[in-house]
């Protein structure tokens, strides 16, 4: 059964950073490619980030693109999101995401999710 973990979350001030922390129970977590979406209030859950199973390939949604960056571990099946100039419209519960392919298309599974709240 794969479980995913995530953590780091938290409120910040606006222009802030944090850092979440996705920690997977994958026993071969680096064939499976890793994401983060998240989920604003009233809104649907929409994508941040993906990497590619060696970590050499990164993608972001726009709205984060140059502030954000992921990462991983494979040593440590661990996943990163470092939030840097945080805005209030990056409030919103984050959610790590797995799937067992080159690339996160459509997840196979999902962590519980970390309020992110930035406040203004």
């Known amino acids: 059964q794969v479980q995913l973990v995530e953590s780091g979350g938290g409120l910040v001030q606006d222009g802030g950073s944090l850092r979440l922390s996705c920690a997977a129970s994958?026993?071969?977590?680096?064939?499976?490619?890793m994401g983060w979406f998240r989920q604003a209030p009233g809104k649907e859950r929409e994508f941040v980030a993906r990497?590619?199973?060696?970590?050499?390939?990164?993608y972001y949604a726009d709205s984060v693109k140059g502030r954000f960056t992921i990462s991983r571990d494979n040593a440590k099946n661990t996943v990163y999101l470092q939030m840097n100039s945080l805005k209030s419209e990056d409030t919103a519960v984050y959610y790590c995401?797995?799937?067992?392919?080159?690339?996160?298309?459509?997840?196979?599974?999902w962590g519980q999710g970390t309020q992110v709240t930035v406040s203004s």
């Open positions: 994958i026993r071969t977590f680096s064939t499976w490619a």
């Open positions: 990497i590619s199973r060696s970590g050499g390939s990164a």
């Open positions: 995401a797995a799937q067992s392919t080159p690339v996160l298309i459509d997840a196979d599974y």
